[in-house]
């Protein structure tokens, strides 16, 4: 009797590690696959805006076209029968529902987005990685067949793997994918899956050429009293600006679906608008992703009107149903506030940008330890301490405001209590 108690016990434990190791192998194969394709599709995506980008600058005629742009876009998601609803949203909520991801919003958002760039809108290209990995992630899920729960795990795979073969941040791409659904709760089921799929697109990106987004930082200051009450201000002022920005975006896209319900007249009004405040402030900053602007401020150099104009141009462009991403401008206005605050406080311009970059991403995504690992991908170790500092304040001050308001707040900032309440 006892002897066959104890063969049940090892079989069981046997059983039980079978189970997990099939398990393991099998998202090692499924993520990998997705991983691969993440990184072959964010590699030509990445190259194409690089490409539409230089075309741009090197011909400012083109940004006349822009209306025209507008209207493109809206013809192709109506000749597909893709509503406004379409975007990052529809991605984060499909994780949350059995709602499918369709794999035609993967060339949609890949041309938009190529069209807004190239005719000089001010967006940035998160947007699109995330939309073009949860396209891919439920493809492949399709292809194999999977299971509900499995396929939310896939399109987080596909999140994970084209936002790493994007920006070249593999770990605040997992941590992000994980993290951005459900704010309070991380899917650490996701944990092998999207590492691995972050991990296989990042080095197809790397294969290709593709260089991953760094910064050095010139100067970082010691860790004391002062310092870590100069961060403490400038994340405030951060978490409150990123209010702002999610409010501005929000609220403009509400205002021109209402007042603009035409999708055609709307997309060339917006283009319009955005021609009319390039040529009156005489200078193209503000259009397109603006990453040179980023390092320009890191570097310790930004216009003090800069973080503001970039709301502006962001919340017209998306509102008017350009495509794009928000993330790439919130490295903008976050860099460029921080370094614009920080000359005004006393702190180093360039480590103030750093700081107001990690903040503000921060407040407007509410993904504090991706945000924290953000910081060690895009600056390196030092100063780890107070990027960890700056994320912690803007994650509590920013409220339950967010750029992507399927985003769920599932526990409070303040107390240990369930919420489960959408993102402002």
Same mark, same amino acid.
């Given at each position: 009797m006892i002897g066959s108690v104890k063969l049940e016990l090892v079989e069981r434990k046997c059983n039980s590690a079978k189970n997990y190791i099939k398990t393991f192998v099998k998202w090692v194969v499924f993520a990998s696959i997705t991983g691969f394709i993440g990184g072959i599709i964010g590699t030509l995506f990445h190259i194409s805006v690089e490409k539409a980008t230089e075309f741009r600058?090197?011909?400012?005629?083109?940004?006349?076209? $822009? !209306?025209?742009?507008?209207?493109?876009?809206?013809?192709?998601?109506?000749?597909?029968?893709?509503?406004? =609803?379409?975007?990052?949203?529809?991605?984060?909520?499909?994780?949350?529902? %059995?709602?499918? #991801? @369709?794999? &035609? &919003?993967? @060339?949609?958002?890949?041309?938009?987005?190529?069209?807004?760039?190239?005719?000089?809108?001010?967006?940035?290209? %998160?947007?699109?990685? $995330?939309?073009?990995?949860?396209?891919?992630?439920?493809?492949?899920?399709?292809?194999?067949?999977?299971?509900?729960?499995?396929?939310?795990?896939?399109?987080?795979?596909?999140? =994970?793997? &084209?936002?790493?073969?994007?920006?070249?941040? @593999?770990?605040?791409?997992?941590?992000?994918?994980? %993290?951005?659904?459900?704010?309070?709760?991380?899917?650490?089921?996701?944990? #092998?899956?999207? $590492?691995?799929? =972050?991990? #296989?697109?990042y080095g197809v990106s790397l294969y290709f050429g593709v260089e991953p987004v760094h910064y050095v930082l010139n100067y970082i200051p010691e860790l004391n009293i002062r310092t870590i009450a100069i961060t403490v201000l400038i994340s405030t002022l951060s978490a409150v600006l990123s209010i702002v920005f999610c409010v501005s975006m929000h609220k403009t896209e509400h205002f021109m679906e209402h007042k603009i319900p035409n999708i055609y007249v709307r997309g060339f009004l917006g283009g319009l608008t955005i021609i009319l405040l390039t040529v009156l402030l005489r200078t193209g900053d503000y259009n397109g992703a603006g990453m040179n602007i980023v390092e320009n401020a890191i570097n310790g150099i930004a216009k003090p009107e800069a973080f503001i104009l970039k709301i502006i141009f962001t919340a017209i462009t998306i509102g008017a149903g350009f495509k794009g991403g928000e993330i790439v401008p919130t490295l903008f206005i976050g860099s460029t506030f921080g370094c614009f605050v920080g000359?005004?406080? /006393?702190?180093? @311009?360039?480590?103030?940008?750093?700081?107001?970059?990690?903040?503000?991403?921060? /407040?407007?995504?509410?993904? !504090?330890?991706?945000?924290?690992i953000l910081s060690i991908e895009l600056f390196g170790v030092e100063g780890l301490l107070l990027f960890a500092i700056a994320c912690s304040v803007s994650y509590m001050m920013s409220g339950y405001y967010g750029l992507y308001s399927s985003q769920k707040i599932v526990y409070s900032k303040l107390k240990a209590e369930f919420i489960n309440i959408n993102a402002k």
């Open positions: 600058l090197m011909n400012n005629w083109i940004i006349y076209l $822009l !209306p025209a742009g507008g209207i493109a876009i809206a013809v192709l998601y109506k000749l597909f029968k893709m509503g406004d =609803s379409t975007g990052t949203n529809q991605i984060i909520n499909s994780i949350r529902t %059995e709602d499918n #991801v @369709p794999f &035609v &919003v993967a @060339p949609l958002i890949f041309i938009s987005t190529v069209i807004t760039h190239l005719l000089g809108g001010s967006a940035g290209r %998160e947007g699109a990685a $995330l939309q073009l990995g949860g396209s891919i992630g439920s493809f492949v899920g399709k292809i194999f067949h999977l299971d509900n729960k499995d396929m939310h795990l896939i399109v987080l795979c596909g999140m =994970s793997g &084209v936002f790493a073969a994007l920006f070249g941040t @593999p770990l605040t791409a997992t941590l992000f994918a994980m %993290e951005v659904i459900s704010i309070g709760v991380i899917y650490y089921s996701s944990l #092998v899956p999207c $590492l691995v799929s =972050s991990l #296989v697109a000359s005004l406080l /006393g702190l180093n @311009p360039g480590f103030a940008a750093a700081i107001g970059l990690v903040s503000l991403f921060c /407040g407007v995504v509410n993904a !504090p330890i991706a945000s924290i």
